[in-house]
Nanobody
Framework: QVQLVESGGGLVQTGGSLRLSCAVSGRTESTAAMGWFRQAPGKEREFVARISRSGESTFYADSVKGRFTISRDNAKNTMYLQMNSLKPEDTAVYYC????????????????????WGQGTQVTVSS
């Protein structure tokens, strides 16, 4: 089993920044990649970003590309999401996820394929 705990959410004004963290514990060696999803009120969960186990490969949703940066520190068992130039439409609960399998770029956005989920952290961007 793998446990994921997010932190760093909060309230920020449009154009501001936040950094989310995800602490990973348990059988971390069983995960091939990690990432972030988000869910806004009344909407489905959507893919935000994904990072390979080594950290060398990253993928982003078009809506956050150029504004968000995903990274990880395997020595600290922690993953991060640096969010800059935040917009009101970024308001959502953000979830840390882990995947036991490697995926092609065509499937990484599928919420059903991720094996482990954190409890979520709220990010609110005021206009």
């Amino acid at each position: 089993q793998v446990q994921l705990v997010e932190s760093g959410g909060g309230l920020v004004q449009t154009g501001g920044s936040l950094r989310l963290s995800c602490a990973v514990s348990g059988r971390t060696e069983s995960t091939a990649a990690m990432g972030w999803f988000r869910q806004a009120p009344g909407k489905e969960r959507e893919f935000v970003a994904r990072i390979s186990r080594s950290g060398e490969s990253t993928f982003y949703a078009d809506s956050v590309k150029g504004r968000f940066t995903i990274s990880r520190d395997n020595a600290k068992n922690t993953m991060y999401l640096q969010m800059n130039s935040l917009k009101p439409e970024d308001t959502a609960v953000y979830y840390c996820v882990a995947d036991r399998a490697s995926r092609t770029i065509y499937s990484i956005r599928d919420v059903r394929l991720y094996d482990y989920w954190g409890q979520g952290t709220q990010v609110t961007v005021s206009s």
